[in-house]
């Protein structure tokens, strides 16, 4: 699926896009200048408590498989690298600007999945022998529903529109068009181009229900970024619903065979994963 620049002005006219706030904008800005160094990014982080906070948090999870604990925003910028933090920080970020921007919205459930798809993804990650890009492997998984809280605050019916969904054991999208003519992808793509995420990442967040997708792209990082996307979706939906995601029925045998994981592998990486989270 693509986006026309007419269809996309449309829609970012009718839905509320979170801001970008200026912090992200600055954390990018000392990223991408060759002549900022380390202090600089670490002083503009942690004039920000909560942000530091969540940082030390998220690194520190059993997902990210760190050998030690790490105390201070400095050694997280130079064990993991300034795109993994930049990354950790735009899915914090975008969290906050969305709990300001609703303010009284209740999203608990949604971010709480947001982030077990994200660890998942980084646990895959870490412990399948293939290595996605660092730019990809968490925060497509944080990111990849971000259109949803677009349609909460638009539509008062939409809760009914996602419990329906999951007692039909289907994703969102189709319900989706047929009452809002718009799905959560298509806001989602425009909120992840609007926070200038990479296109790699925008156009899986633009595809990530459509099953065939694979088929369709020749670009190896979206393959493999849908591909694990569909996998870390798989083990969270097992662990915490105790079924099936709603999309794996149609793209198992694709996914499995990109990432060349086998039935006994496969069970062994859900087990691990399991024996991780518990």
């Known amino acids: 699926m693509t986006l026309t620049e007419n269809v996309a002005h449309d829609e970012t006219r009718t839905f509320n896009i979170p801001k970008k706030p200026r912090t992200l ?3 990018r800005n000392i990223i991408s200048d060759r002549e900022s160094n380390i202090t600089n990014l670490v002083d503009v982080i942690s004039n920000d408590v909560y ?4 940082i030390l948090k998220t690194i520190n999870s059993p997902s990210f498989g760190l050998d030690k604990k790490i105390k201070n925003i400095r050694h997280a910028v130079c064990l993991v690298g300034t795109q993994a933090i930049n990354d950790i920080v ?3 970020l975008f969290k906050r600007s969305v709990s300001e921007f609703n303010n009284g919205l209740c999203l608990e459930r949604f971010w709480l999945e947001a982030k077990d798809v994200a660890h998942a993804m980084a646990f895959i990650n870490k412990n399948h022998s293939y290595q996605l890009s660092d730019e990809y492997s968490y925060i497509i998984g944080f990111f990849h529903d971000c259109g949803i809280p677009a349609f909460y605050s638009k539509f008062d019916d939409y809760k009914e529109t996602l419990i329906l969904c999951n007692e039909q054991g289907c994703n969102s999208v189709t319900l989706e068009v047929n ?3 718009t799905s959560h992808a298509v806001v989602g ?3 992840a181009t609007y926070w200038h995420l990479p296109d790699e990442l925008c156009n899986i967040i633009l595809n990530h229900h459509d099953i065939k997708f694979l088929n369709n ?3 190896i990082n979206e393959q493999l970024g849908f591909a694990t996307l569909k996998l870390a979706e798989q083990l969270v939906h097992r662990n915490r619903r105790h079924c099936e995601s709603p999309d794996w029925k149609h793209v198992e045998n694709d996914v499995l065979n990109l990432l060349k994981i086998d039935e ?3 069970i062994e990486l859900e087990k691990h994963y399991f024996d991780l989270i518990l």
């Open 25 to 27: 904008v600055d954390i």
């Open 51 to 54: 942000l530091s906070f969540e």
């Open 90 to 92: 735009t899915t914090i």
């Open 179 to 181: 009452n809002y003519k």
């Open 189 to 191: 793509y425009l909120i």
């Open 217 to 219: 792209t020749c670009n």
């Open 264 to 266: 006994s592998k496969y």
